[in-house]
Nanobody, 120 residues
């Protein structure tokens, strides 16, 4: 079993930056893809970004391309999401995910989420 714990969420002004982290425990996740989803109030959960097991491939939803960067440190069992030029529409609960597929079509483990609020 894998436990995922997100951190780094908070309140930030429009145009600001945040860095989310997600640490995995219970077993190594170095053979899995890792990534992030988000769910805004009243909306369905959506894919945001993913990174393959080696870190050589990254994938993003169009709305965050050029602003968000995903990375991972397999030695630390951790995935990161650097979010720059934040917009009000980025406000959501961000969930860490571990699974398979370029856009994490199959998610085996979920974190509990961290809230990101972007205010103007």
């Amino acid at each position: 079993q894998v436990q995922l714990v997100e951190s780094g969420g908070g309140l930030v002004q429009t145009g600001g930056s945040l860095r989310l982290s997600c640490g995995a425990s219970g077993r190594t996740v170095s053979s899995y893809a890792m990534g992030w989803f988000r769910q805004a109030p009243g909306k369905e959960r959506e894919f945001v970004a993913a990174i393959n097991w080696s870190g050589s491939g990254t994938f993003y939803v169009d709305s965050v391309k050029g602003r968000f960067t995903i990375s991972r440190d397999n030695a630390k069992n951790t995935v990161y999401l650097q979010m720059n030029s934040l917009k009000s529409e980025d406000t959501a609960v961000y969930y860490c995910a571990v699974g398979f597929g370029n856009t994490l079509k199959r998610v085996d483990y979920w974190g509990k989420g961290t809230l990101v609020t972007v205010s103007s």
